[in-house]
Each structure stands twice: as C-alpha cells, then as structure tokens.
C-alpha cells in the first residue's frame, strides 16, 4: 500500500549543528505537509506544500518539495533545544480522503 | 484559531468497559478523526469522518467504533476494552480534503 518513509528516525544533535530529516513517498504527491510534535504533546502543523521544487522557509527551518512531488525534507539551522521533538511528514492518500504520515524523526537537542 | 477538545487527558479503564473519548472541535470542520500514537508506530488512524454520521474505517479499527451525531462532536468507543489499547489517542479535525489537521492535546488512555 501507499506509505511515506521518514528518515533518520532519531537525530542527535549539539546545540548550534545543523539537522536534516527526509521524506519519501511511495507515490506522487499533490501535497506535503510538516508536522512538529513536542515531547508530552500533540502534533501542530507547520506548513504545506504544493508545487514541485518549493522551498519555503520559517526562520531557521527550510522546508523543500522535490522536483518529482515524491520527497521532501525539513532542515533546521543552527538548532536549539526549544527545537526538540518529533518532526513528522505527511501526505494525502491516493484518493485524497486519508492523510499519511511518516512514523517521524526524534530530535534531540544537547545544550 | 481553531480549538479541538478532548474530554480527558488521563483516563484509567478496566478491562471489559466499554469506554467513551469525547472531542469536540470548534471551527465547523467537515472532516475528524481519531488517531493512536504509540511508541515506534508513529500515529495510526482508526476512523475518520467525512461529514455528520459519515464515518469510514481507518488501518486499525478492529475494536473500536465511532460517532458522529452532530458536526462538532466525534465519539470514539472501545466497545469492551482489552489491555492492548492502552495507548495515547489523538483526535484531529480539518475543513476539508488536502488541507492541514488540527490535533487535540490527546488522552492518554490506560486499561488496567
């Protein structure tokens, strides 16, 4: 069946690296979006997108759409430990109705 | 900005109840769901709901149902609750197809 794959599933970083997670759909994408969950919480979305080869950016985190609309991946820049938790990828089924969501990357944050 | 309720955070069950997760959203949304997280499994759909009384069976509904009476409220049941659905369930909320879901604050649910 259709699946979104994440990658790394967990990430360890000193605070002021940098960190990449990536996203690959088995199927083309109308959209993809990004998700952020905090230890304890619940997933907030970040943001979509929609056309093939977008970047979009949010201060520190870039966010990009691959040319074939079937990966994505979400950088941060010189993290911080607010940046900690899960990042989860996601996209609409084949149909449209259901949403998919990779299993996300753990980031760790060491101070 | 757009508000979705769940009725308790924490909830502790015996095997055997049959137990209700409540959540209530506020923004008129067409489409609901009930996910569950576990640790490793990452979030796995349940049910979800298109429209009042339209429900569709998600990956995993095998011991549950839903309802959905009233645009606002979707219900999720553990018709007799068994130890394996200890987990954390997350209802999430959207105004239509392609766009992006709005998470409760979850409850995390023990069976005891």
């Known amino acids: 069946g259709q699946q979104v794959m994440q990658i790394p599933q967990y990430q360890h970083v000193q605070e002021g690296e940098d960190f990449t997670t990536y996203c690959n759909s088995s199927?083309?994408?109308?959209?993809i979006q990004w998700y952020k969950q905090r230890p304890g919480g619940h997933p907030v979305f970040l943001i979509q997108?929609?056309?093939?080869?977008e970047v979009k950016k949010q201060k520190r985190l870039t966010f990009q759409f691959g040319e074939a609309k079937k990966n994505s991946s979400l950088h941060i820049t010189a993290t911080q430990t607010t940046d900690v938790g899960t990042y989860f990828c996601?996209?609409?089924?084949?149909?449209?109705?259901?949403?998919?969501f990779g299993a996300g990357t753990r980031l760790f944050v060491k101070a | 900005d757009v508000k979705v309720t769940q009725s308790s955070r924490y909830l502790v069950k015996r095997t055997g109840e049959k137990v209700f997760l409540e959540c209530v959203q506020d923004?008129?949304?067409?489409?609901m769901f009930w996910y569950r997280q576990d640790p490793g499994l990452g979030l796995r759909l349940i049910y979800f709901?298109?429209?009042?009384?339209?429900?569709e069976k998600g990956d995993i509904p095998e011991g549950y149902s839903v309802s959905r009476e009233k645009k606002e409220r979707f219900s999720l049941i553990l018709e007799s609750a068994s130890t394996n659905q200890t987990s954390m369930y997350l209802c999430?909320?959207?105004?239509?197809?392609?766009?992006?879901?709005?998470f409760g604050d979850g409850t995390r649910l023990s069976i005891l």
């Open positions: 996601a996209g609409p089924s084949t149909g449209g109705f259901k949403t998919i």
């Open positions: 199927t083309t994408l109308s959209n």
């Open positions: 997108l929609v056309k093939s080869g």
């Open positions: 923004m008129d949304h067409e489409n």
């Open positions: 709901s298109y429209d009042v009384k339209m429900k």
């Open positions: 999430a909320a959207r105004t239509g197809q392609f766009q992006p879901q709005h």
